[in-house]
Structures are given as C-alpha cells and as structure tokens.
DNA sequence: ATCCAATTGCGAATGGTTCGCAATTGCAAA
DNA sequence: TTTGCAATTGCGAACCATTCGCAATTGGAT
C-alpha cells in the first residue's frame, strides 16, 4: 500500500503515513502525534491534523480504523489491498467471487468482541453452482 | 433470552429491557430512553440511568453493544444464541465466539448470486485476544 | 416489617473527535 | 521559476456520547 496518488503530500500526512508505515501495530491518534514529535517539546503534528490525515486516508481506502469496545479510541493502520470472498461449489469447487463483504468494507469487525482486536477474517460461502445443479438434477433422473 | 437472574429487577432496567426485547433493530442509548417515555414530557428512565442498564446487561451478556464507524453512538441488542461463528487469536489460536452472523440472523444468503444455491458458510476474524495483545505491548518494550 | 447494599435521578465532568478561521503551503499553469 | 489559489495546517474552542459523583430511593434477603 502506497501513498494516496490523490492527496497532496504534506509535511503532517507523510510523517503521519511513515509512522503507520513502521508499525507493527494499529495506533491512536494520540500515539501517532506523539510519535511524530519524538519526544520534543514542540509538537511535528498537531493532533487535529493528525485526525485529518487520517480522515483523508480513511477516505482514500488506504488506512483503516477501528474502534475496540473496551477504548475509546479509534486505532489506525494501513489497508490491506486486495479484499475478497467466494462462493465455493462443493461439486466442481469452482470459486465465484462474492460481491462486497458480509462484513461491510471492513466496518463492524471491531463489534466481534470487546477483547479482540480484529486483523482480518475468512468468509466462505458453500452450495452449488448452476451448471452442477442441472447436471444433478439429470444424474438423478437415471 | 430473558432477563439476567443476577441482576435486580428494577423499574428502569425492566423498561429498558422490554424496548429492547419488542425492537426488531439495535438501538442507541438516547432512543431508549426516547422510547421510555412514550412522548411525555417528564423522563420515565433518565439517560444516565440507560446507559448503566445496559452497561449491566452487558456484563451478564445479555445484550451486545455495537459501534459502527459512521456514527459515534453505540447501538444495543439482546444477544442472539445457535448459529455462531468464531474470533481466533493468531498468537494463541484460543477461540471467541462471534456474536451474531455477519449475514445476518435469517440467512439471504441466497441472494449472494442469483445462480448459486447456498448450503453453507464459514465465516472466521482473526486477529489477538486482549491477554496476548497485553504480552505482545510487553515483550515490544523489552 | 426492617435494613442495607444496589440502584436511580440529576447534573456536572470527561475526553475523544470535530470545527472554525487565519496563516501557510503544495502544485498546476504561465 | 514565479505566480495564484485551493487545499491544508496550527491552534484552540466547541461538540457530544458517555461516565461519574452523590444524595435519595428501592429491591429483596432475613
């Protein structure tokens, strides 16, 4: 995942973008900015530019947030590329994508359960496809 | 799902116990304490009061809290039970149940594709549970 | 019926997030 | 490269869902 073609590169959303970039884990804004002024008394990012930053990114597709039952706080971290699910017959095992996401994009995962935090998820749906329901139906008239 | 024995059975928490039990849809804090007071001027169950109600049916997992990402309210249901799908712990491998299905309780799952009949699905979160979330902050500093 | 811990009414405080506005800054066009 | 201007930021104040504090009330065990 790279940089927004669409945003304009600026001072505050590149270090915000660096420090998503470097982390292992998702952050709160507040970690962000703090993490922007290493330590200093002045601060790199102001927090409310932090927020927008991410709000862009949000926008973008390219961060993701996330909000845990058990805090406030929403947690940032890059998007993944690349989301999809399938219908799978259980007859030909031939794999159709599903349209969108049983989940929302991405949304509602933080709801699973105040302890967890969510990094991504598997849905499969099973049944048979067209052309192996019509061969059935004749394989069952014999 | 009934009423949680080891809670007392006190006007509020029975008044807002029954919105919940009579809506077909979650809802927020305000609109319970809307719909307690049935258009009357003076409150039936004040809002303080709601929110600790169901902050109590939650902790006796009698009702799900849920926050979505395109508003800031908290949306509130009595929790389902059968059919259920599980978060699991990358670190661990330990497994929460999911509380509800992302399809939805009453599967139209048929309509994932006009040419596909559904039988089944799996549907798996992955991610970290709290306890390894803590250890992982932890063994970060060292 | 009595008693006491649990609960509520009520308002004030909290705290994450958003907004407003003047100053600044990417960057497209000249 | 310089210019022009819409987009963005710094900064603080406002917002608003939720939580807290405390005195008054109440459910329910004995």
Chains 1, 2 share one sequence.
Request: some cysteine; proline content about 3%.
């Amino acid at each position: 995942m790279s940089f927004p073609d669409s945003l304009r590169k600026t001072k505050s959303r590149l270090k915000v973008w660096e420090i998503l970039s470097s982390s292992t884990t998702p952050l709160t804004a507040r970690q962000i900015a703090q993490k922007a002024d290493g330590g200093n008394e002045e601060k790199a990012v102001w927090l409310s530019s932090v927020y927008r930053a991410l709000e862009a990114f949000e926008k973008a597709q390219a961060v993701n947030r996330t909000l845990l039952k058990d805090s406030p706080e929403a947690l940032y971290s890059l998007s993944e590329t690349g989301h999809h699910h399938y219908a799978i017959c259980m007859n030909c095992k031939s794999r159709t994508e599903l349209e969108g996401c049983p989940f929302g994009e991405h949304e509602h995962l933080h709801t699973v359960d105040e302890d967890f935090m969510v990094v991504g998820h598997v849905v499969e749906v099973f049944g048979y496809c067209k052309d192996c329901r019509k061969k059935m139906q004749k394989d069952a008239k014999k």
